[in-house]
């Protein structure tokens, strides 16, 4: 759950969270009453969004993607016939964005194996009903907060799919949106040892088993959110102190696969194992929906946030292109929020999910939850 708040002419101002961005926003919303200040607002806008899209550009090109080998290529999937089929595990997949990652590998071909702590069976059914019966979909029960669970879920996972070229790290949950101290301690707890020690204890196993995946090159995508760049979460302190630990602990991780532990013989494991940052943004999920109000709704949700599918689309392609270590992924792009902005502050479009009231608009013949939530299958919870 991330939003953005536009650079100036002058300065070029960090990606921050929906919160930092809310007086940014209201800014930009303020009407434009007649030609002459919209020709202006959009000239000032204009010349902001090449500033940044240029600065923007100029990074992309520092760090290009090397072109990989044929053999490094083919050490990034696992031959099963036709086609070429890479084995997925993601955690957090009975719902939201993790089932909409699952559905975009199926589409393409891909092993995938889901989890979540709650049961996955009607995730499933519906994907297999998609896909065809023989769809390599699978699903466990897991935990993350628990080392025996996940155990057993790496165990389940060698059984159903064999090898892992990608593991996604998306399982979170976020306490609920209230003030720090209204929140019981369990409940902290909770959100702590979810969202950030279940990333840990994951990433942690499965390295293990990817290190041991002779000739394998793999990849761990840990999701970051709000908090993640250091601005303020309010409502969501626990969350956000969470995703700001997850880029250290990834770049931790970048630097001692690269480059060893001082004073220790840099050890070369049978597989190599990758881990980045995968940032899908707002998307409508009980993460982002649960408790929010008709303001946030308005904005940043209605201008910034998408549905499941759309994020998927955008990322998967990403995930399966990548290459080398410590990247990060992202579904809110610069050019991609300059965008959403220009259309929303200086067109004045509105939005296709949230009304001007704050409500979710529902599509017909699609099934909602009391929260706004699209169903996105029979079954889901």
Request: aromatic share 6%; net charge positive; glycine share 10%.
């Amino acid at each position: 759950m991330e939003a953005f708040a536009i650079a100036s002419t002058a300065t070029s101002r960090p990606v921050t969270s929906p919160f930092e961005a809310l007086s940014v926003g209201t800014r930009a919303a303020a009407p434009l009453h007649n030609r002459a200040s919209q020709a202006a607002a959009a000239g000032v806008f204009a010349a902001g969004a090449a500033a940044v899209a240029s600065a923007a550009s100029a990074r992309r090109s520092k760090r290009a993607l090397p072109q990989r080998s044929r053999n490094q290529r083919v050490a990034a999937v696992a031959m099963h016939g036709t086609p070429v089929c890479a084995g997925v595990v993601i955690t957090g997949g009975a719902a939201g964005v993790g089932y909409a990652y699952a559905d975009e590998f199926l589409a393409r071909g891909h092993q995938v194996v889901i989890c979540d702590v709650k049961d996955c069976s009607s995730a499933v059914e519906s994907l297999k009903a998609k896909h065809g019966e023989k769809a390599s979909i699978y699903s466990t029960t897991c935990d993350v907060s628990s080392i025996e669970s996940i155990n057993k879920l790496i165990e389940f996972v060698k059984k159903s799919i064999g090898v892992v070229h990608y593991w996604i790290n998306n399982a979170g949950i976020n306490g609920g949106r209230k003030r720090f101290t209204e929140i019981t301690p369990e409940m902290v707890e909770t959100v702590v040892r979810v969202n950030l020690g279940g990333i840990v204890l994951c990433t942690h196993a499965a390295m293990r088993m990817m290190e041991e995946q002779k000739g394998v090159e793999s990849h761990i995508f840990n999701t970051v959110g709000s908090g993640v760049k250091g601005g303020g979460t309010p409502g969501y302190v626990t969350y956000g102190a969470t995703k700001r630990g997850l880029p250290q602990m990834t770049e931790s991780l970048v630097k001692e696969i690269e480059e060893g532990v001082q004073g220790y013989d840099k050890v070369e494991t049978p597989g190599k194992v990758n881990c980045h940052c995968l940032s899908p943004g707002m998307v409508f999920t009980d993460l982002l929906l649960n408790d929010s109000t008709p303001e946030l709704r308005k904005f940043p949700f209605g201008v910034l946030a998408a549905q499941p599918e759309e994020v998927a689309k955008d990322l998967v392609p990403k995930i399966l292109g990548i290459s080398g270590n410590g990247k990060s992924v992202e579904f809110l792009t610069v050019d991609k929020i300059l965008t959403k902005f220009f259309g929303r502050f200086i067109l004045g479009e509105k939005s296709k999910y949230i009304d001007d009231d704050g409500n979710v608009i529902q599509m017909p013949g699609a099934q909602y939850q009391d929260n706004g939530v699209r169903v996105l299958y029979d079954g889901m919870k």
